[in-house]
């Protein structure tokens, strides 16, 4: 990872708008992350172990299917690649431990914000280690989502000093889930979506399982209805929404992926409007159209 690959940014003229719109259904599927993991009658970490855990099937069913539809046998994977497969699951299942936890401790609005303010990590570092250009145009298109972002938001922030703790997990989190954008799209070159989804997954198994033994008490279901939330974190959350957006990663420039996953928070924020009645007023609705304009300028630069 700490080699500089002289490996241009793909273009987005050829795939435009469907990968776009596939990145923006993938966040879509993520933004259910916070509702199961606030159902699961689980603690944190073994919520987001069992979400790894019952996901291996259905990506190892996804990776089967993809290689009977080519007609053609996937080769082995060298050992350098099964590291770096395991070591992004290793990211992801850091990203999900510590934002799990953070549920906790603060807010949902804080942790989804705060969690995907993963440009500022996905950005510099994508310039620093891979030499992909930032061109002026997308920082601007950036700070414009990020003002939207917590714009909508502003009312529900709180500034409690017993969020503190929570506020810097989701902090913590956008470190990791960065890095895990930055190594999958990577692998994207290399390995399909499915591959990634199924060799990494242990990769966060890795992380999780020993975490949630040493840590915590409820790490089994003792009913079948504590299942449903489980199954919705692998099904939606982490087949659906991890595997969407690898896929799409092979199409779209790090850094202006990164800027479409902001929209996770905005995607919550309505999900609890439909689903709990929480209403969006003219401030919240102000912070969407920002956001969106601010994608738009940063999709311009890219062209």
Known sequence: MSERLAISSPALPSVGWLAISGVLLAVSFLATGGIFVKLSALDPIATGAWRVGLAIPLAYLWMVSERHSTHRSAPP???????VLWLAGIFLGLDLALWNISFSYTTVANANLLANLVPFIVVPTAWLLYGEKVRSTFLYGLLVAVSGVVLLLANK?????????????????????????????????????????????FGSLLVLVPLALLLERQIVPTQWAALLPLFGLAALSHVGGQGLLAQCLKYLPTGFSSVLVLTQPLIAALYAWV?????????????????????????????
């Open 157 to 201: 922030i709180t500034a409690s000093e017993q969020a503190l703790i929570g506020d810097a997990l989701a902090v913590a989190t956008a470190l990791f889930y960065g890095l895990y954008l930055l190594t999958v799209s990577r692998l994207r070159r290399t390995c399909s979506a499915a591959q990634i989804m199924y060799h990494s997954s």
């Open 275 to 303: 689903l709990f009645g929480e209403q969006l007023g003219a401030l919240e609705m102000g912070g969407i159209g920002i956001c969106l304009a601010g994608i738009y300028i940063a999709k311009r630069s890219q062209d």
């Open 77 to 83: 994977l060298p050992a350098r690649a099964n590291g």
